[in-house]
């Protein structure tokens, strides 16, 4: 029973160009939602995050939106840059005392030159 | 840099055996999570530890265990290890672990071959 689903394993874009990737969950009972960038052989980096009382929060070039209703996230990277090429996973927070992230099965990203 | 720390990088061993993996937490983190990953499945919740003490617990079988110590550092015990552990393992610490800070901070991982 997948909670988080990232249906995209992969996406490309042109360097300059909007990024979006794509994440739906099936519960609702989450205080937090994130965005993790992984390069190779390094540890998840948290990149972004939203409140579910939000349904926006940018930070520089990378903004996430949250639709409770359609259960969908989504993080836009504009401009994208070579460098953000990487594996994204977006996260869940359960709620209660224990802050356990539940994570997607991420999507690599590729920004070509 | 995070400012979590994971000792080794790389453990190679047989099967049937019994491994360590270390975890020293950011300054003032009081929580430490356990992640692994593998092929197969992702990134998977394994234990949360509290200023010393269990807060929950994921998928993590039996025969893997965990403790956090007095000086927060936190260890991952895995035994009778098999194939199917070789995975990379994560740690990762936040500020509390109940309401509060939401973002939790990665080590680099441990990498664990098991032949």
């Known amino acids: 029973d997948q909670q988080v689903k990232q249906n995209s394993p992969s996406l490309s874009v042109q360097e300059g160009r909007i990024s979006i990737l794509n994440c739906d969950y099936t519960?609702?009972?989450?205080?937090?939602f994130l965005w993790y960038k992984k390069y190779p052989a390094e540890g998840p980096t948290f990149l972004i995050s939203?409140?579910?009382?939000?349904d926006k929060n940018e930070d520089g070039r990378f903004t996430v939106f949250l639709n409770k209703s359609a259960k969908h996230l989504s993080l836009h990277i504009v401009p994208s840059q070579p460098g953000d090429s990487a594996v994204y996973f977006c996260?869940?927070?359960?709620?209660?005392?224990?802050?356990?992230?539940?994570f997607g099965s991420g999507t690599q990203l590729t920004v070509l030159p | 840099d995070s400012g979590v720390t994971q000792t080794p990088k790389h453990l190679i061993t047989a099967t049937g055996q019994r491994v360590t993996l270390r975890c020293s937490p950011r300054?003032?983190?009081?929580?430490v999570y356990w992640y692994q990953q593998s092929l197969d499945q992702g990134l998977q919740f394994l234990i949360q530890?509290?200023?010393?003490?269990?807060?929950a617990k994921g998928n993590i079988l039996e025969r893997f265990s965990a403790q956090q110590f007095p000086d927060l550092h936190s260890e991952l015990n895995l035994s009778s290890l098999e194939l199917g552990d070789s995975a990379l393992y994560f740690c990762?610490?936040?500020?509390?672990?109940?309401?509060?800070?939401?973002?939790?901070?990665f080590g680099p991982g441990t990498r664990l071959t098991v032949t």
């Open positions: 530890y509290y200023n010393g003490e269990e807060r």
């Open positions: 939203i409140s579910s009382i939000k």
């Open positions: 519960n609702s009972m989450f205080d937090y």
């Open positions: 990762a610490s936040s500020v509390m672990g109940g309401t509060g800070s939401h973002e939790q901070y």
């Open positions: 996260a869940v927070l359960s709620s209660g005392s224990a802050r356990q992230l539940t």
């Open positions: 300054s003032g983190d009081l929580s």
